[in-house]
């Protein structure tokens, strides 16, 4: 199966501030990959899909990058309601995998 | 717009089955493009998928649960199912169903239920 390893698992950052989540695939996976966002006690929602396109919805802060084995996701100004914990996901492979999870809190 | 809702026992004892269905409203399950999905996460933990099935009948399984799930649809209640047998409490965690959305082959998931914990527990 392939692998995914996301960096940082723990992320404080403030409101306003920039941040970037890394999403390293154990093989190549061309732009086969989405990025969800957890509140606690709720469901995944999708943020993005195939690296880089927004799904309908998410605020234009939100921006992904990245092909091959390594992935970004970048939230440009922080706000309130984002501090949450994001997955990426790779669907190259029927066999789906997600990456273990970055927890964004509040400093 | 498609909304999804999990159903069963919240509570299952070791060794046997735990059975799940998730109804679907807002489309139709028997519509081709989507995978019907369940994805689990155990309490304080990642997620895990467990598996789908394509409106064909096709299912793909994760490889640690392949011997004992089954995802099955019902068309005429447009709803789908989980069936994992000889649970134990490594299966603890918050089942939910998803619709996956295919983007040129595997999907990504677009809509979620709520999710349900089940515990397995004597």
């Known amino acids: 199966d392939i692998q995914l390893t996301q960096s940082p698992s723990f992320l404080s950052a403030s409101v306003g501030d920039r941040v970037t989540i890394t999403c390293r695939a154990s093989q190549i996976i061309a732009s086969n990959l989405a990025w969800y966002q957890q509140k606690p006690g709720k469901a995944p929602q999708l943020l993005m899909f195939?690296?880089?396109t927004l799904q309908s919805g998410v605020p234009s802060r939100f921006s992904g990058s990245g092909s091959g084995t390594e992935f970004t996701l970048t939230i440009s100004s922080l706000q309130p309601e984002d501090f949450a914990t994001y997955y990426c996901q790779q669907f190259n492979s029927y066999r789906i995998t997600f990456g273990q999870g970055t927890r964004l809190e509040i400093k | 717009q498609v909304q999804l809702q999990e159903s069963g026992p919240g509570l299952v004892k070791p060794s046997q089955t735990l059975s799940l269905t998730c109804t679907v409203s807002?489309?139709?399950?028997?519509?081709?493009?989507?995978?019907w999905s369940w994805i689990r996460q155990p309490p304080g933990k990642g997620l895990e998928w467990i598996g789908y099935i394509y409106y064909s009948g096709t299912t793909y399984y994760h490889p640690s649960v392949e011997s004992r799930v089954t995802i099955s649809l019902d068309t005429s209640k447009n709803h789908f199912s989980l069936k994992l047998t000889s649970v134990s409490a490594a299966d603890t965690a918050v089942y939910f169903c998803?619709?996956?959305?295919?983007?040129?082959?595997?999907?990504?998931?677009?809509?979620w239920g709520q999710g349900i914990l089940v515990t397995v527990s004597s």
């Open positions: 195939a690296a880089s």
């Open positions: 998803a619709r996956g959305r295919r983007e040129g082959g595997p999907p990504v998931f677009d809509f």
């Open positions: 807002g489309g139709s399950i028997s519509r081709g493009y989507y995978y």
